[in-house]
Structures are given as C-alpha cells and as structure tokens.
C-alpha cells in the first residue's frame, strides 16, 4: 500500500514536467523567425522597410516583380493584406506561406494570366481593427449604436493609405497599368472583409477584389457589438454600398475546417445579397473547398483560382 501511495504522487509532477516541456515545444515554435527578410523564389521582390504614413502606424511593404519585368510594362497590380506572409515560410510565425512568387510565375508563364506586380503590405498590432470594415456601424440598429466603439474602427484610414499613398507610390516608381480594370485586391479572412469593403468604398480604383476565407461570422473582434449583430450590418452595408452589378468582379470562397468551418451559412446570407443586386456568375463566385482550413498552406493550394478568375486573359 505504501509503494502504491508513493507512485500516486508522483503523477502530479509527471503532469507538471510534460506540461512545461508542451510550452517550451509551443515556445520554440512560435519565436521569431531568425530571419525577416523575405525573398523569393521566383521572379523579383524589393522591400520597402517603414513606410510611412499619414493615416497609419509605418509597415513594411513588399513588391514581387514578374521574371523578366523593366519599369513601365503593362502590368496590372494586385495589392495583397497580411503581406508578411505571403513569399516566404522562413520568415513568417507559423513558417507558412501563400506561395504567391511561385504560384503567380506558374500562371504567367503558362499564358494563364496577364503579367502582374503584386504589392503585399504587412500587418500591424492593428490589424482586427484596421481590417474591419468600419462603415458598418451605419447599420447597426439605432438603439445598439451607443455600444459602438468608434475610435477602435480604423479602416477608413488604412485603406486611405493604400489609395493615397501606397499606389501612387507604386505607380510612380514601377509605371504599370493603374485604371481600375488594372487594379485588384486580395486577402484571407479579416483581410477578406477589408478588400469587399474597398471595392465598396473605392469602386473608381479597384476593378475586382478575392476575398478567402472571409470573416463573416464576425466573432471576437473590436467595436463592442456581438458577431451576429456585426455580421447582419456589415451584409446590410454591402448590400447598400456595392458598385453597379457587374461592373467589377468579385470572388469569394471558404474551406470547411478550422475557423471556416462556422463560414458557411454567413457566406450564403451574403451571396443572397449580392446576386439579389444582380451580380451574374461571370463577376461574382463563391465557392467551398472542402477539408481546406484557415491557413496559409489552404489558400496556397487554391490560389490559382483567384488569380484566373481575376487576371485570367
């Protein structure tokens, strides 16, 4: 009896020490990447480190040039969220990445789609505030709008940055195609949401946006609402707000794991209202991937699609 009393407490200890080694494991694994700056497989990338802003805190920007590029082809230009985690695994939390160098060359060399620069601006601490879509507190229910957080809602002024400052940037010192039907957006999730809510609030600059796994639920993030609350305004607001049907093109999808698993009624409620504004299947798609998950490696494996059915000649 003794013997098995001994071997009784030790078990806590066994827990405790398998614990800690799980957090060291975690530890190790979400550190810092040794190295930050991304380079390419494929084509070209230059780093513009800090650039600063009137409207926003200074972050990185990226830029990938297609092989072969010189200043003033006829490129479109596709501005991609999240770009700290789009070129490069080595350099990025998760060591996961869009495989954007790799998958964009594959296309373009293919014939697939026409030669593109893609503009990948990095996030922020602020970025569930500057990716959600702020004008949609305007839909909010009168009697809820007291619970608003208004100075927690930024993306008014990112997307200023991006408009005001990014592309005239880009434009000056690249010279590519900078009409509209030239001009195009990209992101995952949060980021999904800002480049639906840029296409509602600058249809004159974006010709079409792709939206991944977009965070229509709405849940955990800023401004004092519940998710569902913030969902139904934010649908409210697309429907309110989106360019004349057809006239751009918009495509938005979602796996069936992980986050995107709560994604599907919401994406529904939402491809209701846009095809009730009129929206044919040539300028907008919705689409489902099943067993994808909300991760980098998922919208790698399908980023394909986006891109042909943006840039596809």
Same mark, same amino acid.
């Given at each position: ?51 600063? @802003? ?133 992101? @995952? ?33 800023? %401004?004092?609402?519940? %998710? ?19 006239? @751009? ?5 979602? %796996? ?7 994604? %599907? ?32 490696? @998922? ?15």
């Amino acid at each position: 009896m003794m013997e098995d009393k001994k071997k009784k407490k030790k078990w806590p200890w066994i827990v405790l020490a398998v614990l800690a080694l799980l957090v060291a494991v975690a530890a190790w694994w979400m550190r810092p990447p040794a190295n930050t700056i991304p380079t390419a497989s494929r084509g070209t990338l230059e780093r513009f480190p800090q650039f600063n @802003s009137q409207h926003v805190p200074p972050r990185d920007i990226v830029v990938w040039l297609p092989v072969g590029y010189q200043t003033g082809d006829s490129c479109d230009v596709l501005y991609m969220h999240d770009g700290n985690m789009l070129f490069d695994a080595t350099t990025t939390w998760n060591r996961q990445e869009w495989r954007v160098d790799e998958v964009m060359d594959s296309l373009i060399e293919a014939g697939a789609i026409k030669p593109c620069i893609v503009v990948g601006i990095y996030n922020t601490d602020d970025r569930l505030t500057e990716y959600f879509p702020a004008k949609s507190w305007q839909c909010v229910p009168e009697a809820k709008r007291h619970d608003v957080k208004l100075n927690e809602l930024t993306a008014d002024a990112y997307l200023r940055f991006i408009v005001e400052e990014v592309k005239p940037f880009i434009d000056n010192r690249y010279k590519p195609l900078t009409a509209r039907e030239h001009t195009f957006m990209m992101g @995952s999730s949060m980021g999904g949401l800002i480049s639906l809510y840029a296409l509602c609030e600058y249809p004159q600059v974006f010709g079409g946006v792709a939206c991944l796994s977009s965070h229509l639920l709405m849940a955990h993030l800023p %401004g004092g609402l519940d %998710g569902d609350l913030w969902a139904t305004a934010f649908r409210d607001y697309v429907g309110q707000h989106l360019p004349q049907a057809n006239g @751009s093109l918009i495509y938005m999808d979602h %796996g069936t794991e992980d986050f995107d698993a709560d994604y %599907g009624k919401y994406q529904q409620l939402l491809d209701r209202v846009i095809t009730g504004k009129g929206w044919d299947k040539a300028h907008y798609v919705s689409r489902v991937y099943p067993g994808h998950r909300h991760r980098e490696t @998922s919208w790698a494996a399908r980023l394909d699609q986006p891109l042909l059915f943006l840039l596809g000649r």
